[in-house]
């Protein structure tokens, strides 16, 4: 009847806002950055940052928290992680709604081409987080909430193309394979 048509044409309506990705630009500048070496997972003290410290600065970062360590800061004293180097202009793109993994090839795929310009960096990051409460994880798993309801993966190219993969889950979660 009516009723069933008017809830149709709310729907379509409003599911198609919904699905349609909401994009933001930021320009992140005399960003502090990690040393990063594409053979090196474990870093080298006064050469390269390891993995691990790169993905915390990268949580640093995502999150506008300071990297200067001043005392002063309720907030936090996280300073970057040695050896680092100050970058004039970094550029940070955040593309926020239900994105299917082929759109995230693609998006690889179009951040690679970076590369092809000898001034831009020497490397790049991309994250992609699921909803902290999503009913699904990895495998056949549930995703258990629980805390931080963890659950992302962030890749790390390379000029020369290797990449690194950083994932993380919740303590109760299948890692994947």
Aim: hydrophobic fraction near 35%.
């Amino acid at each position: 009847g009516a009723e069933g048509s008017t809830l149709m044409s709310y729907f379509s309506k409003n599911q198609i806002q919904a699905l349609k990705p909401k994009i933001t630009f930021s320009t992140l500048r005399d960003l502090q950055c990690p040393v990063l070496q594409s053979n090196d997972l474990q870093g080298k003290p006064e050469e390269s940052c390891s993995t691990e410290e790169l993905f915390e600065w990268l949580g640093a970062v995502l999150n506008q928290v300071s990297l200067d360590n001043k005392s002063s800061s309720f907030l936090s004293t996280y300073c970057c992680p040695e050896p680092n180097t100050v970058v004039e202009k970094a550029f940070l793109c955040t593309i926020t709604g239900f994105i299917i993994p082929e759109k995230i090839i693609q998006l690889l795929e179009q951040l690679c081409c970076y590369f092809s310009d000898p001034k831009l960096a020497y490397w790049l990051t991309l994250t992609v987080h699921g909803f902290a409460d999503s009913p699904v994880s990895w495998r056949e798993s549930e995703h258990g909430f629980h805390k931080g309801g963890e659950n992302l993966y962030n890749f790390v190219i390379f000029r020369n193309l290797d990449y690194w993969l950083h994932m993380a889950v919740g303590a109760h979660d299948d890692c994947p394979p």
